[in-house]
């Protein structure tokens, strides 16, 4: 049987999808960083009182409500930048040792948590605090990359 190609439209013109293209999607979210530092690819972020975004964390009703990572190498505070919502995620091993608190990157098949110890940051620990927050945030697949899969928070 013979392999077919699926067409897709790049620029209003009709191609055939390559061997490098793929059909996967995600939400990227344009928000301003409403925190007073710059925050870094793979951060959890809330939208905080003033439509902007600021780091997550688990220990507060109002910072809880993770809507993505940060999708961008950086943004700078009161910079515009990429949120991602969905999809799979990826970073070099050092980008997710800053935020997972990992040496060597993620650890395949392990389900991250919103941190409730540090805001923005992720674990591999959940919550087990009373008053505090769970809130997964995604599985590795690799030491680079994160399926994004924010689950509802379960207060202890």
């Known amino acids: 049987m013979a392999v077919k190609k699926p067409l897709v439209l790049t620029n209003g013109q ?18 301003i960083n409403g925190n007073a530092g710059t925050i870094v ?7 905080s009182a003033n439509g902007t975004v600021d780091k997550a964390r688990g220990n507060a009703v109002g910072t809880v409500n993770v809507i993505g990572l940060v999708g961008d190498t950086s943004i700078l505070a009161a910079g515009s930048g990429g949120i991602q919502m969905d999809g799979i995620l990826t970073a070099t091993t050092g980008q997710w040792d800053a935020v997972a608190g990992t040496t060597g990157g993620l650890t395949r ?16 620990t959940a919550p087990t605090t009373v008053s505090e927050f769970v809130v997964p945030v995604g599985i590795a697949i690799s030491t680079t990359e994160l399926k994004i899969e924010i689950g509802q928070r379960i207060k202890l």
Not at 21 to 28: K, R
Not at 41 to 46: E, F, L, P
Not at 109 to 124: M, P
């Open 109 to 124: 098949d392990v389900i991250y948590y919103l941190s409730s110890a540090t805001a923005g940051l992720l674990t591999s």
């Open 41 to 47: 690819i793979g951060t959890a972020v809330y939208t």
């Open 14 to 31: 009709i191609e055939q999808l390559q061997s490098t293209d793929s059909l996967a999607s995600v939400d990227l979210l344009q928000m």
